[in-house]
């Protein structure tokens, strides 16, 4: 019982100290982000390698994300014969959520997990610590633009996603369900609202940039200088932000959502 | 901050430093002084602290008491800009190399430069390729760190100390792995570069050969503590336990060959026990 009590106390201690930690790094990096404008070609480099590498992923992701979701929708909307609002179910769907929580998932998975482990790996093999001591602060040159690279690519990445999933409803709710065409464009026109669908989507795209950035980054440079604690950050990254990224996502929701 | 020190002849002075980790004493009171234009040994058994040593040399640590002084000033605590001031005037040398992985040699060398720098590309040129020239990577400037072997990466991390042009650079266990013609190399490459540049040079190790050949000054730490100093010529000389038994690689002798612990049988009945 004891023993059961003292390993409590200290998983709740080891996750005080983890969020306190987290928290203090958050606010650390807040000074630098006017000065990484000031060197752009290093932020391009990773939105590069944090953006433009994930574009496949992302576009194979939202394009079946969004042909399932004609298929499922439409099982429903015939019975009320509703078939025409396909377009906007599936575009609203995508544009509030689908598209900024599954594209930042698989942000997560692709991108965050990759920054953790270079930022970890650059630790564990001293490349870290010889920056300090060429006297280059390793958060303004290998923090930063990273982060900023996450920050901008996840919302770009969310509307991609969003994107390509209204096309996959489109080819299968008209071009194998049969849903008329111009129904499916104009009902979208009509019920998508610039700045409460997809205003209220890059809204939330943008926080969950900021949450997987921050954790891929803190992770990485936070790691245990060895093998398993490189592999535990990368693992980390992904958990902590996929688990986090849904709970944020039903708070913003219920803040953002019309009518709440 | 500027402290009273003897800060005309030497680069580098540590005084009465004490420092611990882990609840364990590492130094009691060290004091030694690393003097302008000199190549000096900081020697001793593995754990003694050697590299400890040069992180507070380098401001990565901050000693619990005593100081350290760069050129008579304070290396740490201070601001974090003033460190790195201190920093840009010091190179190091990591025993792996320390290179950026996905910079080329070429980019790896010149990344102080860039860093600190607004110097035109062509004159980042000329500057990168003479000091490869000097460490005989010129040609390798295309390589990546992964297709260099470990006496070549440490060459190459050489460069990079060397390219700012600092008053002091510190070799961290710079033979440690090395072929015996990779090692000549380095040797050969610390005394040149000392002096032919006019710089100061720390070199931590326990190689002793390699050592005598290079070293001006060796200070030998044990304990936490400076307990032999002197050129290889007077340590060689010094028959007391401690320098005789590390100078010569002899197992017996006050470094105990078992780590301390109670003894076997009290150990055997203890885990039968439990």
Not at chain 1, 91 to 104: C, F, H, W
Request: hydrophobic content about 50%; glycine content about 10%; some cysteine.
């Amino acid at each position: 019982m004891i023993t059961a009590l003292r390993d409590c106390w200290f998983s709740f201690s080891q996750f005080a100290a983890t969020f306190g930690g987290f928290q203090m790094f958050s606010f650390r990096l807040l000074p630098y982000l006017p000065r990484a404008v000031l060197r752009p070609r290093l932020i391009t480099e990773q939105i590069y390698s944090v953006g433009a590498l994930s574009l496949v992923l992302i576009m194979f992701g939202g394009l079946f994300v969004g042909m399932v979701l004609a298929l499922q929708s439409y099982n429903t909307l015939v019975e009320f014969g509703q078939t025409d609002s396909l377009g906007a179910f599936a575009s609203e769907a995508l544009v509030r959520e689908l598209g900024p929580v599954v594209a930042t998932l698989l942000f997560a998975g692709r991108a965050g997990s990759a920054v953790a482990s270079e930022v970890g790996l650059m630790r564990a093999t001293d490349q870290i610590a010889a920056m300090e001591l060429m006297a280059v602060d390793p958060i303004q040159r290998v923090v930063v633009p990273r982060f900023i690279a996450g920050v901008i690519s996840v919302p770009l990445l969310a509307a991609i996603f969003s994107t390509m999933g209204v096309l996959g409803a489109y080819l299968v709710g008209v071009h194998l369900l049969g849903v008329d065409a111009g129904a499916f464009w104009s009902q979208i026109q009509d019920r998508v609202d610039v700045y409460e669908d997809i205003g209220s989507g890059i809204f939330k795209s943008f926080v969950f940039g900021v949450s997987a950035s921050l954790m891929g980054v803190f992770e990485g440079y936070y790691a245990p200088p060895t093998a398993a604690g490189v592999s535990r950050a990368a693992t980390r990254t992904v958990v902590i932000t996929s688990v986090w990224i849904l709970l944020l996502d039903f708070v913003l929701t219920s803040f953002t959502l019309p009518g709440t | 901050m500027k402290l009273a020190g003897n800060s005309g002849t030497n680069l580098v002075e540590v005084q009465d430093v004490r420092y611990s980790r882990s609840d364990r004493m590492l130094f009691n009171g060290l004091s030694l002084d690393i003097p302008r234009g000199k190549v000096t040994a900081v020697m001793g058994p593995s754990g003694t602290g050697k590299t400890t040593l040069l992180h507070l040399i380098t401001g990565q640590l901050l000693p619990d008491e005593g100081v350290v002084l760069f050129d008579g000033r304070v290396v740490c605590p201070c601001s974090r800009r003033r460190l790195y001031e201190t920093r840009r005037q010091i190179g190091v040398l990591f025993q792996n190399g320390a290179l950026l992985t996905n910079l080329n040699v070429f980019e790896n060398v010149a990344f102080p430069l860039r860093e600190h720098t607004r110097l035109p590309e062509q004159l980042i040129r000329q500057i990168v390729l003479m000091k490869l020239h000097s460490v005989g990577l010129r040609a390798a400037w295309l390589k990546m760190p992964s297709q260099l072997s470990g006496g070549m990466a440490r060459r190459v991390a050489l460069a990079r100390a060397l390219v700012m042009d600092p008053k002091l650079i510190v070799y961290d266990e710079p033979f440690a792995g090395l072929d015996p013609i990779s090692t000549g190399v380095i040797v050969r490459l610390i005394r040149q570069t000392n002096d032919a540049l006019g710089i100061t040079s720390i070199v931590v190790t326990h190689d002793v050969a390699e050592t005598e050949m290079l070293a001006d000054l060796i200070y030998l730490i044990s304990g936490g503590k400076v307990v032999a100093s002197g050129t290889p010529g007077e340590l060689q000389n010094d028959n007391s336990p401690i320098v005789n038994q590390f100078m010569r690689g002899l197992a017996d002798g006050p470094v105990p060959f078992h780590y301390p612990g109670p003894g076997y049988s009290a150990q055997l009945r203890a885990m039968s026990r439990a």
